[in-house]
C-alpha cells in the first residue's frame, strides 16, 4: 500500500508575518472543530514547530495572538490552554436582567460602578426612551466579574421620569430591575434585543481586559415597564471567550 507524507498545513510561500498569521488560524480552527477541548493543553511549542515545520518564534508568535484574543491562556510551568467560558446566559422567553441570570445559575459574582451620570438626553437617546431632547436621563456603565475575570460591561441609558429617583440607588449592591421597580411603581414588562458581533476597542478592551482587537457580542436592548413605557436603553458587551449564549426551544 503506497503511503504519502502529510503535508502541512502551512503555505511556506507566504512572505514575513503571514507565517504566525496561518499557525494562529491553524490552532484556531482545532479549537473550533472541537479537535482541542477546553481546560485541556493544546500541543506544546515543540511540538507545534514538529507539526508545522516552523521556527520557534513564529509559533511564538502565532500563540501569543491568540492569547491576546482570550482564546488561549499559558500556565507557567503546565503549558497553553482552550479557556472555559466562565459563565452561560440562557435566552429563554423569560426576561431576566444578567444579575438576575447568573444568581438563578448559582454563580457568585461582583459588580463594579464605572459612572453613574445624570446627562441630559441627545436625539437617539430620547426618541429610544420616549423623553424630551434634553432632558434628564441617567446614564449607568457597569463591569461584572465572576471569578475576578471581567464577563461584561453594561452600559445604559435610564428614563428618569419613569423612574424618579433612580439616580440615588447603589448599583453596586442592589440589582438594576429591582431598582426600576422601587422607583417606578411598576413591574417589568419586555425587552427588544439585538446580538452584533463587534470587535472591543480600546475603551471597552480595557474594561473587558482583553485585547482591543478581541471578538465581543454586543447586546443592543430596549426594555420596557409593564405598561409599556421604556425605561432602559443601551448595550451589553459579552467577551466571546468568556460567555455563551445557551438557549432550549421544542417543537410543537
Known sequence: MHRTKASTPIDKSAEGDLLY???????????????????????????LMNMLHLSRGTVQKGIRQLVDEGLLVQQRGRGTFVVQPVMARPSSNRLLSFGESMSSQGIKYQTRVIECQVRPAGPLCAENLQIGVGDDFLYLSRVRYVSRRAVMFIESHLNLAACPGLEQSDFGTEKLFAAVERTSG??????????????????????????????????????????????????????????????????A
Open 21 to 47: 498569521v496561518q499557525v494562529s488560524d491553524y490552532v484556531r480552527e482545532k479549537i473550533y472543530s472541537k479537535d482541542w477541548g477546553v481546560d485541556e493543553p493544546i500541543p506544546s511549542e515543540h511540538e
Open 186 to 251: 411598576h413591574q417589568i414588562g419586555r425587552s427588544e434585543m439585538v446580538y452584533t458581533a463587534r470587535t472591543a476597542g480600546k475603551v471597552r478592551g480595557g474594561y473587558l481586559e482583553c485585547d482591543e482587537h478581541a471578538p465581543v457580542l454586543e447586546l443592543d436592548q430596549l426594555v420596557r415597564l409593564d405598561d409599556g413605557t421604556p425605561f432602559e436603553w443601551g448595550s451589553v458587551w459579552l467577551p466571546a471567550n468568556r460567555c455563551v449564549i445557551s438557549s432550549e426551544t421544542q417543537r
